[in-house]
């Protein structure tokens, strides 16, 4: 019996040793790949595939000098299936994922809106979205679309690496203000708050410098200590500590005039949410989705879902894409020309169904269809199973000959399928 056991163990440490010694190298690999996402692969896979879905984003420029613009323009899908660990997104925020102020935001626009504050977005709607930057520091940075939800945090979009040559030095941010008045944001009065900054540290110092030059701690302490705690402040010095004071109060109050003079009108920050932001008027599809049933392996990059889809159009329709966690998955036999879309997310071949042939005007047909990717992977989707809503959703993108092209959300409850280890 012991030897037995002593057998059974030794083939499970044969197995761990194998599977220590795969784990190890997976992790040095990636750990040597350039790091192409930052940060999103790391949040929940359901939360990133039932919230939003931006599509035809595109990058108007992916090299850039310091001071051009470019734009990143495209369509921003709010999901119906959006997960109730998230805030609707009633109060929510257009912004750019990059490592600090690389580029300037020159403006956002929402539905056409320009929306420099928190906006209010509907659920199951589309809106076209545009965002002007300025190049401003020099690099090669991965730059990202991004909403922000109130209380609910961050959803990351596509991100593009963007070159930037030149020279932060010469930056420029050139604003016109009411009067007419062009100044730089990049500097403007900078200078103005370092010198009044230092001015009231240097008298802070020298106030209590010219205190402590005398006795110090213990020979102010012996005179307390000894009863003659009245004999330390001398006249000359209580008329210097009223001289401090009055000089105080003039420089603050004639400061404040000088600068009340320099700028005679002056606003409150403006603050409060942009509401009422056109969706796009989308006609409805004449594709009806019925979601059955699906599958995904674990560990795994594969994940198999079954529709019953009916074309009430007039035109046969084909699946071409499904997009989901910014991700793309296209069946080539759609896309037969070259997307530009970034490599780490764009699944070229990721899209294949159990009939290939085109779903004609008036037919119901029960499709499966499969999404296989290394990306689907690599983009941490499949730690779906790890999650606490095994569901799934996104976009499925159908095209008629004629090249229309229909959107539809679907989704719903997947089951893992635990492969034997
Ligand atoms: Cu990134």
Do not use: C
């Not at 302490?221 to 401090?244: D, F, H, M, N, W």
């Not at 942009?274 to 969706?279: G, M, P, Q, V």
């Amino acid at each position: 019996m012991f030897s037995t056991l002593a057998g059974h163990a030794k083939r499970q440490a044969g197995r761990l040793w194998a599977l220590g010694l795969a784990v190890g190298l997976a992790a040095s690999m990636a750990g040597s790949g350039p790091a192409d996402a930052h940060g999103e692969k790391s949040q929940a896979a359901f939360l990133r595939m039932r919230t939003l879905n931006w599509y035809d984003v595109k990058w108007s420029k992916t090299s850039l000098n310091v001071n051009e613009e470019m734009e990143i323009t495209g369509k921003l899908h709010i999901m119906d299936a959006w997960p109730v660990a998230v805030a609707k997104p009633e109060v929510a925020f257009l912004n750019v994922g990059m490592p600090g102020p690389v580029l300037v935001r020159e403006g956002s626009f929402l539905g056409g809106k320009f929306v420099p504050r928190s906006t209010s977005l509907e659920l199951g709607k589309t809106y076209e979205f545009r965002v002007l930057l300025k190049a401003r520091r020099q690099g090669r940075w991965h730059v990202h679309t991004q909403l922000s939800v109130q209380t609910g945090g961050p959803i990351i979009g596509p991100g593009q690496w963007v070159e930037i040559k030149g020279d932060m030095a010469d930056f420029k941010n050139p604003v016109t203000l009411l009067n007419g008045e062009v100044i730089d944001l990049e500097q403007y009065k900078i200078g103005n708050i370092y010198f009044w900054h230092t001015v009231w540290f240097i008298a802070g110092v020298a106030w209590v410098f010219y205190w402590f030059r005398k006795r110090g701690f213990v020979g102010r302490y012996i005179s307390v200590a000894s009863g003659k705690g009245g004999e330390l402040i001398t006249p000359l010095e209580r008329q210097i500590g009223a001289g401090a004071l009055a000089a105080t109060l003039l420089v603050v109050i004639i400061s404040y005039a000088l600068t009340a003079s320099e700028f005679p009108r002056t606003i409150p920050l403006q603050a409060g949410n942009i509401r009422a932001i056109d969706a796009l008027n989308i006609p409805e599809s004449p594709i009806k989705v019925e979601y059955l049933r699906g599958t995904y392996k674990v560990p795994g990059r594969e994940l198999v879902a079954t529709y019953k889809i009916t074309n009430t159009g007039k035109e046969p329709v084909r699946v071409g894409e499904f997009a989901t966690a910014t991700l793309r998955f296209l069946n080539p036999d759609v896309y037969t020309q070259k997307v530009d879309y970034p490599e780490y997310i764009l699944a070229e071949r990721g899209l294949s169904l159990s009939d290939n042939a085109p779903i004609a005007p008036g037919e119901t047909k029960e499709l499966t269809v499969k999404v296989q990717d290394a990306r689907w992977d690599t983009e941490r989707l499949a730690d779906l199973a790890y999650d606490v809503d095994s569901s799934f959703a996104g976009l499925m993108f159908f095209f008629t000959p004629s090249g229309a092209r229909y959107e539809v959300e679907t989704g719903g409850p997947v089951i893992p399928e635990f492969l034997p280890i």
